[in-house]
């Protein structure tokens, strides 16, 4: 299954990837960078940089900065990580910033439920925004 991430609400999308994993799922994600965050511009980019900021530099926890792992740790939280199954189907997931050359013309899974249309309110940040502040 190949997901197009563009206009995508991360944490909805998300849900659904992580239980398509569970199913044993191989998962590819394109465009995640402009995967949206709901909600107001200084309120998310506190939050991210609090979780950044958290903990020590040398025991974590680690949070990334670039938004294709951004959005894959976002996945993982999603997952049953410390356990046996949770990791080996955290494996079948792979992120993309932009779409790669061994999946051009393959044809993208439509999530429309989860489109930023959606969204009562147009208060949204993408994936990109916030890896590009917090590398500021």
């Not at 190949?2 to 394109?30: N, P, S, T, Y």
Request: proline fraction near 4%; include cysteine; charge should be positive.
């Amino acid at each position: 299954m190949i997901v197009d991430a563009k206009d995508l609400i991360a944490g909805r999308m998300g849900a659904f990837v992580a239980k398509q994993l569970l199913l044993g799922e191989k998962v590819d994600i394109v465009n995640a960078e402009k995967a949206i965050i709901s909600g107001r511009k200084n309120v998310v980019f506190a939050k991210y940089e609090h979780k950044v900021e958290r903990g020590t530099p040398r025991k974590g926890p680690f949070w990334p900065r670039m938004p294709h792992m951004m959005l894959k740790r976002i996945i993982r939280g999603m997952l049953p990580f410390h356990q046996y199954k949770g990791r080996s189907v955290y494996k079948n997931l792979k992120c993309y910033i932009g779409v790669p050359k061994q999946l051009e013309g393959q044809k993208f899974e439509e999530l429309k439920q989860y489109h930023k249309s959606r969204l009562t309110q147009a208060r949204y940040v993408t994936m990109q925004q916030i890896s590009e502040f917090m590398r500021q």
